[in-house]
């Protein structure tokens, strides 16, 4: 007899899998020609992570137009096995029929014979195959009716008898989810996961006698993340790549390439069934990762169970912990543990008999089955636990039933009535938040209503906020890097920002960011891989689509873009710190440029939230009857964001501001070299208020990182500032993947004409900041210096006069008027720089050399004698270099010429004070922005954005906010 029952811990898990994770998978199908052989000829199929494609169903007709194939007989139950079924059904095989169990108390049949039936598949249905050790003749004899030529079992939980097994001519296979010959069993998925398996995967195998013992057909594997659970790995491999990976085997088959790799005894292991409580409860005795990896072996079903204060509890998403920066600790007793255990308010710490932590962030009382945020066990009031309502409270459930009864007009509302879906409107949230108001005393914010939609969720909501819980649940929980800078003490995160929760990567990747003032670690950081993109995208997908950010009236969500501009407001000198040991940034400029524009930035575009609209347009009537054309501006959904290292903050916010205001959600990249503002922002946007996933930052490498987001193909619209070279690619690669819309702001060569009758000391200062501002770490800064030769001398004289007055050091000094360069790959290529300039033959004036000090300094350097066609006269150095060229008194056609001999057109500036000579120069320079007797003038309501090879689109103003939206015309005839 043969007990086909293969698929992990507990088939529970298994039945509230929905086949979504297959019609819309985010695994990459391996085809055969990717087949790789082990060293015992195993076939085996690397999973490469990459999000990229989909399964599709076909039609009916499509199945119907194929030439039949090979018969099978499909044995088994589950939505695993009904999708097995399509995907068979969709290769054009004959599914002769179908042996499922009988339908449920309620009669609802299961998902494989659901599928069957609506395929024109003959089902059988039977609660048993034997009784008493023999075969059932009713059952045998309904099997050998339909001529099977192979038996498939991807999930079967009734014994068959061998017979069957081996009546076909091309025998069984079943699937099974580890690799076999490790881990057979029940519990598979389970133990791989204790085992602390670096791979996990699934084994196709052909059916024999004994249990899990059959010869090997194919096989596929995939990493296994620090954090996985039964149920990540399952949903994100072992699920969707299992079914392709039995259509794959059946292929294989009637090919008659199908091997039969005999299993490897000596490496064979069989773990128990964790069946039994007893067979779960925690050992404490176990070192951190030990203990790590059983609570996620056991997570969710069966739960791995230990003793605290007295109770029976199980945990659940457990994470090692690298620090003990907690907050508000109070410790509890488990049983069994070497010292006492922490709650606080990002969860409980448990610790292993090494010393190490471990943290989880969900308990489970075994009494009740009530589950609540570890960080609220013993106390009353967590946010997944149904408070009980007091005396005072009791009325409340009345007052507000009967409010909605008369908003909604139903005759009852029950406790899982949803507001909108019952056709609630805007006006509707607005008198709802006034009567609970009046009648109940209680506050709420419109967006209250749109986090919490049915009528259960509402009034434990409004409980929440009437005992001021939900301002405690504000707090998030993040492991913490805490360091002294700037008489502070600072704590900040350090981990990937996903569905409104700091996580590790998925890999448990991490890279240092340093400070370039004294080349130290600051502190490690999460660094995001392929697979926390698929996680992200996600995330921001369904807050766009089914989340409450979708469903929020504008100005709501203004509400919630000033409530985050007002938080930055008081977070602004620390923002400030960070963003100056993380980049180098001086301070003064780092909380007035940084920060503050950051500020101001997200206080404009709130103010637009609800000023985005189209036009009415008169068009031709149909006559006799009569037309009306309007357009409305609506969001792309899932953007992408690429910011750079230079202004970390201020970047982030000109892109995120207008993406947010126009009702996107977002997957931010911050520099890698700069991370640590852009994590800090994203605690803040929680605190705000923002919905889970609306707002997802994951630093790490363009490489990795910066490619999936472009070649993602749930994002629609990309933007990024950087290079034009990384620009390019990025073209190529949103082209690629879904034609994405993308907005550009990239290198420049900006250049500043200085006309000998402007006001000399207006000019001098200025032309100093066009090149020196930001350490010269500032995408429009003037790369090149046109003076008018009457006064080109003077002007050179005046710039090194100047320098000289330059204080360099300590960023966060506030005397310091020079910091050091961001990086020390920056620093190298300005030195190079430097040398080409040197070896090209233009005249070093002033600087050219690292300051011989700890720090990525570079001192102010000035070329003069440049010639147009000099390396340094056409590239960006995007450094503190200055680059001046002469030009002929009264020359205005030859220098505009001059100027415009490049592929860059971001910025430029003009000094005169003869106004037709600057508007002459204001119309004829090629570039997005400039600047007339003054330079590195931006505001929030201006436009900014380059020509050429400088890119496309704009940040900032009104422009801005139209990359971010797309336009639908609608057409009425009446």
Known sequence: MWLAGRLGVCSSIYSNTRGKHVVQSVIQPVHANKLLYNNNSVPRYNYTGNSQSQLYYTTQSEIKSKISRMKIAIIGQSQFGADVYRLLQRKGHNIVGVFTVPDGKTGRADPLAVAAESGGTKVFKFPRWRLKGEPLKEVVDAYNSVDAELNVLPFCTQFIPMNIIDTPKNGSIIYHPSLLPLHRGASSISWTLICGDKKAGFTVFWADDGLDTGPILLQRECEVYPNDTVDSIYNRFLYPQGIEGVGDAVDLIEQGLAPRIKQNEDEATYEKLLNKRSFVQIDWSKNAEEIHNFIRGCDKVPGAWTVINGQNVSLFGSKLRRNDSILNPSEVNVEGMSRAGIVHLGGLLLYGADGKAINVKTVQYDDTSRTIPAAKFGMAGGVDEKLELTEEEQPWSETVNKIWRCILGLKSIQSDTDFFASGAGSMDVVRLVEEVKQKCCVSLLNEDVYMATTFDSFLQRLVRKSRGLLEADTFLDYDAAECKANNMDLRFPRQLFINNEFVDSETGKTFNTINPFTEEVICEVASAQAVDVDNAVAAAKAAFDDGPWGRMNARDRGAILYRLADIMDEH???????????????????????????????????????????????????????????????????????????????????????????????????????????????????????????????????????????????????????????????????????????????????????????????????????????????????????????????????????????????????????????????????????????????????????????????????????????????????????????????????????????????????????????????????????????????????????????????????????????????????
């Open 572 to 974: 602004r000198e620390e923002l400030a710190t960070l963003e100056s040991i993380d980049s180098g940034a001086v301070y003064t400029l780092a909380i007035k440029t940084h920060v503050g524009m950051s500020i101001d930035t997200f206080r404009y575009y709130a103010g637009w939230c609800d000023k985005i609209y189209g036009q009415v347009i008169p068009i031709n009537h149909a006559r006799p009857n009569r037309d009306l054309t309007f357009t409305k501006k609506e969001p792309y959904g899932v953007c992408g964001l690429i910011v750079p290292w230079n202004y970390p903050l201020m970047m982030l916010a000109w892109k995120s501001a207008a993406c947010l205001a126009a009702g996107n959600t977002l997957v931010l990249k911050p520099a890698n070299v700069t991370p640590l503002t852009a994590l800090k922002f994203a605690e803040l946007s929680y605190k705000a208020g923002f919905p889970p996933g609306v707002i997802n930052i994951l630093p790490g490498s363009g490489a990795i990182v910066g490619n999936a987001i472009l070649k993602h193909p749930d994002i629609r619209k990309a933007a990024f500032t950087g290079s034009t070279e990384v620009g390019k690619t990025i073209m190529k690669n949103a082209a690629i993947s879904n034609l994405k819309k993308v907005s550009l702001e990239l290198g420049g060569k900006s250049p500043l004409i200085i006309f000998s009758d402007c006001d000399f000391q207006r000019a001098l200062r200025h032309g100093l900041s066009s090149v020196f501002f930001n350490k010269g770490e500032n995408c429009i800064a003037a790369g090149r210096l046109f003076v008018e030769n009457s006064m080109h001398d003077r002007f050179v004289s005046a710039c090194i006069e100047e320098l000289d007055k330059y204080v360099i050091g300590d960023p966060l000094d506030r005397s310091t008027s020079h910091g050091p360069q961001n990086h020390k790959a920056h620093l190298d290529s300005l030195l190079k720089f430097i040398e080409t300039g040197i070896s090209e033959g233009a005249r070093l004036v002033y600087g050219g050399k690292r300051v011989d000090r700890t720090g990525y300094f570079l001192q102010p350097t000035i070329f003069t004698d440049v010639e147009d066609d000099m390396f340094i006269a056409k590239e960006e150095s995007f450094g503190p270099i200055m680059i001046i060229s002469r030009f002929n008194d009264g020359d205005i056609d030859g220098v505009i010429k001059r100027a415009n001999s490049t592929e860059y057109g971001l910025a430029s500036g003009v000094f005169t004070q003869d106004i037709s000579k600057a508007m002459l120069v204001a119309d004829r320079i090629e570039a997005g922005t400039c600047f007339v007797n003054c330079y590195n003038k931006t505001d929030v309501a201006a436009p900014f954005g380059g020509y050429k090879q400088s890119g496309f689109g704009k940040d900032l103003g009104q422009d801005a906010l139209m990359e971010y939206v797309k336009t639908k015309c609608v057409t009425i005839e009446y």
